[in-house]
Structures are given as C-alpha cells and as structure tokens.
C-alpha cells in the first residue's frame, strides 16, 4: 500500500518512514508543499496522505485544500506541532481527515492510519437501505449528500455532514462527545473532544437559519442529543 508524506523534517521523516516500511508500507516522500502538492495531483496511487502543517514553499493547510478544490479524496492525516483546539479545527476545516500532534508514539500514528484506511475502505461503515434520513423538517440525502431544511438548502462541509448524518442515525439518544468523535472522525484515541463542540455549533448555526427550532440539544455533563421538543410535547 502506497503512502504519501509531506514532512521537511529530516528526523521525522526517517522515523516515519522506518517505521511504516517495517509495518508493510510503501512511503513515498515530499520535502515541501509545493513538491508535496504535485505528486499528490499527478499520482492518484497513493492511499493515504501524511502531511505536516509547517512547511516551506506551500503550507499543510494549503496543500491540503488544493488538493481538496481537485476533489481528490485520499484520505489526509495531519502532523503538526500546534494542538489547540483552534489549530485542529483549521486542519479539519481545510479537509483533513485527522489530526496529530508532535511528539507522537508511531504505534498511535499506525493505528490511525488504520482506521483512516477501514474508514476510506467502508469496512466500518454501517450497512443501511435508507436513502432520505429525516428528523421534523430536516432532510438527508445519503445519496447525493445534500441537505435541506423547510425547503432551503444547507450548505455542509465534509466533517458537518458526517457528523449530521450521526447524529439523524441515532435520533433521541444521547451521544457523549468521545462517542461522536469516535464514530465521525473515527479516532479512538483521547482526541481534544473540544473539537466537537465547534462543530456542534457550526451545524447549529446552519441549521437554525430562516427562524427554524433548534434540533440538537446539550444534555447538561453528558453530551448531545438530536430531538424535536416541540414534536415530542404534542405526541402523547
């Protein structure tokens, strides 16, 4: 299996590659973006992308949404040494599918590379006939990816749709932060569950446009919950 790795850290850079060589990977390596960017546009081999956030010519951040714009959608795990909250939203927002942070275990950046691969590989995807999810008059099409409310259209990006597309999946549950960054973002590791707050509020806010009800609600120290209270008043 090819892996691509933008990383101008020669240090970094043989670890990683020792690492995932002797775990069965083949890694090619880009030194800068701009390098990086090129062999990610001219070569739709590679499984998976790491990519680091500083680097010289073209940032990870930039790289990344290059390679976005061409909707190239290999999956891209992020480095970088920056681990606030706001960072990871940036590389998320950007259209990474995961973020770690410097120094890291190369077990744990193994692992994750799993799972981005089971995830890109459907394995863990659930298997379901439903085409339209609804909840009031809030639709999902998991075929075309497109959602409405009230008859206006919502604007997702890839990250606020999986995570809508859970929470419409699990109506009524509580659903603790650990478990949707587990199943959205697919990480099973002590991620800052911070990040799912940002996006709770993203999707709010475009969920609540035009004067419509609010649909997710905070359950106070455990989580959140997708439910119509005014629905659930008027039913018996």
Excluded: H
């Excluded at 090819?2 to 390596?29: M, N, W």
């Excluded at 390679?67 to 999956?75: D, K, N, Q, S, V």
């Amino acid at each position: 299996m090819k892996l691509l790795l933008i990383e101008d850290e020669p240090a970094v850079v043989s670890v990683i590659t020792r690492g995932l060589t002797e775990a069965g990977y083949e890694v090619s390596v880009a030194p800068d973006g701009a390098s990086g960017l090129r062999m990610a546009l001219d070569n739709p081999i590679f499984s998976l992308i790491i990519l680091d956030v500083m680097l010289p010519a073209l940032n990870g951040i930039e790289v990344c949404k290059a390679i976005r714009r061409e909707e190239i959608a290999t999956p891209i795990l992020m480095l970088t040494a920056l681990g606030t909250t706001e960072n990871i939203v940036m590389g998320l927002d950007s259209g990474a599918d995961d973020y770690l942070v410097k120094p890291f275990k190369l077990q744990e950046l193994e692992a994750r590379i799993r799972s981005l691969l089971r995830r890109k590989s459907g394995i863990a995807a659930p298997v379901v006939s439903t085409t339209v999810l609804q909840m009031a008059n809030l639709s999902l099409n998991t075929d075309t990816k497109s959602a409405t409310r009230a008859g206006y259209d919502i604007q997702l990006t890839a990250t606020e749709y999986r995570l809508l597309e859970y929470l419409l999946r699990n109506p009524r549950k509580v659903l603790s932060r650990m478990e949707i960054l587990e199943q959205v973002w697919g990480i099973d590791f002590n991620m800052n569950t911070k990040v799912v707050d940002v996006y709770i509020n993203y999707l709010r806010k475009k969920l609540n446009k035009n004067g419509q009800s609010e649909l997710i609600q905070t359950v106070t120290g455990l989580g959140y919950m997708l439910k119509d209270n005014n629905l659930d008043e008027d039913t018996p």
